[in-house]
């Protein structure tokens, strides 16, 4: 099954450079350039993504898979409609995502609760008597 995957112009321009680059180099040029590093392939992702993180210097716990958790949620949290996001990653169901993917932050669970004066007819922190 093949499946489109839409992904910012910037990355499509770089992934062609790349390609572009490994042909020049008398490199086997891969389809999907992202799969091998330094003209040889990646073959383990978990060894990859480690190394990725030292050179980061990024040592909190922190998976690959935890980037498409974040992407769902600043997608969700920018605007994006949810069927749209459900469908680039690959969900048949839009509940899928919401259920799984979308994170809640502190910031806004405090919209929630400072929006409920508002739901009482409360506004800046002034009751409205008598409405």
């Known amino acids: 099954v093949i499946r489109y995957v839409p992904i910012p112009d ?3 321009w770089e992934m062609m450079r790349w390609k572009e680059e490994d042909g020049k180099n008398d490199q086997s040029v891969l389809d999907i350039p992202i799969v091998h590093y330094r003209f040889k392939p990646v073959a383990s992702l978990k060894r990859s993504w480690k190394t990725a993180k030292r050179k980061a210097r990024i040592s909190r716990k922190m998976r690959m898979y935890d980037l498409r958790h974040a992407m769902v949620t600043l997608a969700l949290r920018s605007g994006a409609d949810l069927k749209s996001v ?7 169901r839009p509940d899928t995502t919401l259920r799984e993917y979308q994170h809640v932050t502190q910031k806004q669970h405090r919209q929630v609760v400072e929006n409920i ?3 009482f ?11």
Do not use: Q, Y
């Not at 459900?86 to 048949?92: A, D, F, M, P, Q």
């Not at 007819?121 to 409405?131: D, L, M, P, V, Y």
């Open 121 to 131: 007819g409360e506004h800046s922190g002034k009751k409205n008597i008598g409405a």
């Open 86 to 92: 459900s469908e680039v990653i690959g969900h048949s």
């Open 117 to 119: 004066p508002i739901l």
């Open 10 to 12: 910037a990355l499509k």
